[in-house]
């Protein structure tokens, strides 16, 4: 170890550990010759139950005579006989003492192992009763008597009643603090008072390294905020023509959409400091903690603006006060003194809130109205250019092979947000390396697209060849649907391979383009491929299998928000039966609902009759390609895996199955 560690290590006082502060030092015992082995560290609480085991047993000493106890009448015979010639008297015990000098006992202490060997007499000891009797009896006879005080020992009462409740004290409310992150052994204080102060993670101006050519996919977001940019780099052009820059620029999107990195991204635009902090970390169990947090926050802000405060996930402490249900008075606090601190911006210092959420529906309408987050930027997920532009950004560091072709994976991967495309391309890396390739080919790519959307390939998954059969039908009855039926998207590859959790098989498809909304026609075309899997296994196999559950339950929720939210029903035409409870851009389950329970039985209804019309019109369909439908699910069971390319030629000829069984 160098000095430096040495040194690192010396003042860094332990502080992984709240009671282990004692360290013998490694130099010592070795006379500097060779390599010092460190002597073992001795944590606090083994000294204290060293300590405390040491008293009770010096105690235990200390009170503990040699002698026996005997009965009170034999003492008392003992003392008329002449026997016992002096009597010392405490509050419990008597203890007589035969044939000693009265002075030497006198001087002698009364501790029966530490006694000089002058003090060792005969004794005997009782308990005793104080009675006039007695001490009659005592004149008597000539014994002399000395009424003995009881002493009790200073430094055992001190160290009972006074170290040690404080020291218990000390380390529960250490221990509390250390939970709840407060500072380490910097003393008490360093844990008391640093309960109030932000835990935001400051990054120093010029230490952003992140640039708006570092984020893609979302150009009308980063149009947004070049303004901002703008204004922090020259703030005198606006303040001159007496405008005022937003004072707060809430992003909102679906997670993994980069509202974190577009966030970094203007304080690196901008060059000034950034502030980092989460919603979560406001919010505590001791009430006020919060609003103490926003305080030292904004007052560390103010002090090196111009600079970006970022809050991310604002809904953790923004929450809407109507109608709320349960009371939260540290998030209430919380959310009060934010508002107080935005309002208390001054226009012309330069600092600037930048807060994100996925969640904009449940946010306190006081926090959104203007002078507060005066501008909204919505950061959705990337359209198809969007997401080749991420895919190269990502991929700007990985070794690509020349036959990569970025622009098909961002067409397979519709829907992905910037995250999941980043995981892509590192998914990719890892199956090249595993694979022993020093390069990403197209087939890396194309298996770790795959593995984000259906999961890990099973290899190793033995299933029985009446059940591969079952898989090989139900997929080949999607793609056959997917191919008869107007509206429907492309089959990108079939498999048969399990993948995931409880995923024997799969039909990818692969969207021409991307699509915003969606015609009645598309919606139920998607019911059809997703039904196609159960009839074809009834066409074929004349039986059904569990397999479809998940097909079941996606067509069943596509025909509900059909009835209830896109007004497509008979009854209820251009009618929204809304519900209320979900987050940005999902489609989890409502928790309440507007409507009457007779319309929920009509929508249940509705839902069953259209499921089954959809497959009848299915069932129909397969059974007039049955032919199609047993040669592709043979070629499935030798293959495991069909390429949309080769679907589609089989597909093509349709007419001619008999060539094409003989190649």
């Known amino acids: 170890?160098?000095?430096?560690?040495?040194?690192?290590?010396?003042g860094r006082g332990n502080q992984d550990d709240p009671f282990n502060f004692f360290k013998f030092s490694p130099d010592s015992g070795n006379g500097g010759n060779g390599p010092r082995q460190p002597f073992p560290r001795i944590p606090l609480w083994a000294i204290l139950l060293a300590i405390f085991a040491g008293m009770v047993i010096f105690n235990y000493i200390m009170l503990s005579r040699s002698d026996s106890l005997i009965p009170f009448s034999e003492f008392r015979k003992r003392v008329e006989s002449g026997e016992i010639t002096r009597v010392q008297i405490t509050s419990v015990y008597f203890t007589g003492y035969a044939g000693a000098d009265p002075a030497e006992v006198?001087?002698?202490?009364?501790?029966?192992?530490?006694?000089?060997?002058?003090?060792?007499?005969?004794s005997y000891r009782t308990?005793?009763?104080?009675?006039?009797?007695?001490?009659?009896?005592?004149?008597?006879?000539?014994?002399?008597?000395?009424?003995?005080a009881e002493e009790r020992n200073f430094f055992l009462d001190f160290i009972f009643q006074w170290?040690?409740?404080?020291?218990?004290?000390?380390?529960?409310?250490?221990?509390?603090?250390k939970r709840m992150g407060g500072g380490g052994m910097g003393g008490l204080g360093g844990s008391i008072f640093s309960a109030g102060q932000a835990r935001s993670a400051a990054v120093e101006e010029g230490k952003v390294s992140t640039r708006f050519s570092d984020v893609?996919?979302?150009?009308?977001?980063?149009?947004?905020?070049?303004?901002?940019?703008?204004?922090?780099?020259?703030?005198?052009?606006?303040?001159?023509?007496?405008?005022?820059?937003?004072?707060?620029?809430?992003?909102?999107?679906?997670p993994g959409t980069g509202k974190t990195l577009l966030a970094r991204a203007v304080a690196g635009e901008a060059n000034v400091p950034f502030f980092r902090i989460s919603g979560s970390d406001f919010v505590e169990m001791f009430v006020g903690v919060g609003a103490s947090r926003v305080r030292d926050l904004f007052k560390q802000a103010r002090e090196k603006a111009p600079c970006i405060v970022f809050i991310d996930e604002l809904d953790a402490i923004g929450k809407s006060r109507i109608n709320s249900m349960s009371s939260n008075d540290e998030r209430e606090q919380t959310l009060n003194q934010l508002l107080v601190e935005m309002d208390g911006f001054d226009g012309s210092s330069g600092l600037i809130l930048l807060a994100a959420t996925n969640r904009p529906d449940v946010l306190d309408p006081a926090l959104l109205r203007p002078g507060r987050f005066d501008r909204q930027v919505s950061v959705d997920r990337p359209d198809v250019k969007g997401r080749e532009q991420i895919l190269r950004i990502h991929a700007k560091n990985v070794k690509l092979s020349r036959e990569v072709d970025l622009?098909?994976?961002?067409?397979?991967?519709s829907g992905s947000s910037g995250a999941d495309l980043a995981n892509i391309i590192n998914e990719a890396a890892l199956l090249a390396v595993r694979a022993g390739r020093k390069?990403?080919?197209m087939a890396d790519l194309n298996e770790a697209v795959e593995k984000a959307i259906a999961g890990l390939q099973k290899k190793s998954r033995v299933i029985k060849e009446d059940e591969r059969k079952i898989v090989a039908f139900h997929e080949t009855g999607h793609a056959l649907s997917s191919a008869f039926t107007e509206g429907a998207d492309k089959v990108?590859?079939?498999?048969i391979i399990p993948r995931g959790i409880g995923t024997l098989g799969y039909t990818m498809h692969m969207p021409e383009e991307d699509r915003y909304l969606s015609t009645q026609k598309e919606l139920l075309a998607r019911v059809d491929v997703l039904l196609g899997g159960r009839a074809a296994e009834q066409v074929a196999l004349g039986m059904i299998s569990t397999g479809a559950s998940n097909d079941l339950s996606r067509a069943t929720d596509i025909v509900r928000r059909m009835i209830t939210d896109y007004g497509m029903s008979e009854r209820f035409r251009n009618v929204a039966l809304s519900q209320h409870g979900a987050g940005y851009g999902t489609a989890d389950p409502k928790l309440v609902r507007d409507y009457a329970e007779s319309t929920q039985q009509y929508i249940d209804e509705e839902i069953a009759r259209v499921i089954d019309e959809r497959y009848k019109v299915v069932l129909h369909l397969l059974s007039g390609k049955k032919a199609l439908l047993d040669y592709i699910a043979s070629r499935l069971l030798e293959k495991e895996i069909m390429e949309g390319a080769e679907f589609e030629e089989i597909v093509a000829a349709e007419g001619n199955l008999a060539a094409l069984e003989k190649n």
């Open 1 to 10: 170890m160098s000095n430096s560690d040495k040194d690192k290590n010396n």
């Open 106 to 122: 006198n001087n002698a202490p009364s501790f029966g192992l530490f006694q000089p060997p002058s003090a060792r007499v005969k």
């Open 127 to 148: 308990v005793g009763l104080h009675t006039e009797d007695f001490i009659r009896l005592l004149d008597a006879n000539g014994v002399t008597y000395a009424v003995q």
């Open 163 to 177: 170290i040690l409740p404080f020291a218990l004290i000390f380390f529960m409310w250490r221990f509390l603090m």
């Open 216 to 254: 893609a996919g979302v150009d009308e977001a980063k149009e947004e905020l070049v303004e901002v940019v703008d204004f922090l780099k020259f703030p005198k052009k606006y303040t001159d023509i007496g405008g005022k820059i937003p004072r707060g620029v809430l992003l909102v999107g679906p």
């Open 407 to 413: 622009g098909a994976v961002a067409r397979t991967t």
């Open 439 to 441: 390069e990403v080919v």
């Open 492 to 495: 990108h590859k079939v498999s």
